[in-house]
């Protein structure tokens, strides 16, 4: 989702995010699970609501 909008960097997206980069790309590769309040910052650095991440879950 992070490349469909438009961020094709995960330093960038973690910076603007306010998250450091390695602990996105943990969440990428699956190795972390994030927490409520990280789920909330991606989804508003993403400018979709939180379920819509939570949606996209299996």
Do not use: C
């Amino acid at each position: 989702m992070r490349q469909e909008h438009g961020w094709a960097s995960q330093e960038a997206f973690a910076h603007h995010a306010g998250l450091d980069r390695t602990y996105i790309s943990s969440i990428e590769r699956g190795r972390r699970n994030p927490t409520l309040d990280v789920i909330v910052k991606l989804a508003h650095a993403l400018e979709v609501r939180p379920a819509d991440l939570l949606a996209t879950v299996e």
